[in-house]
């Protein structure tokens, strides 16, 4: 069903969205948006990001990895070392996916 059938076929086009009919308030919709986001992989997936970016993990983590991903003479991780950080993320980011999906956290 396209968007320009009109009002006519608005019944149908919330029955098939899963629309709810109070969805024309603010708080009805917050609720609703709350509601559909994973607010728990959302904040886990911050903290991961926030630990990712710290000098202790380039230091001790990202320069164990390999040499060429962190240089330690003017202290900043390398475009390698960038690249390396994002997959981290992305695979913790699957696992934790992955955990909430099965109700595990």
């Not at 696992?95 to 099965?102: F, G, K, R, S």
Request: hydrophobic share 50%; no cysteine; proline share 0%.
């Amino acid at each position: 069903m396209d968007f320009e059938d009109g009002i006519e076929n608005l019944e149908l086009l919330v029955k098939e969205n899963n629309f709810s009919k109070n969805t024309e308030d603010l708080f009805h919709v917050g609720g609703a948006i709350y509601d559909a986001s994973k607010i728990k992989v959302a904040f886990i997936l911050f903290v991961a990001y926030i630990l990712l970016n710290t000098d202790i993990f380039a230091e001790s983590i990202l320069s164990k990895i390999s040499k060429k991903n962190y240089d330690m003479s003017s202290d900043k991780i390398t475009s390698r070392g960038i690249v390396i950080s994002a997959m981290i993320l992305s695979i913790f980011y699957i696992l934790i996916d992955i955990l909430a999906e099965n109700k595990i956290i």
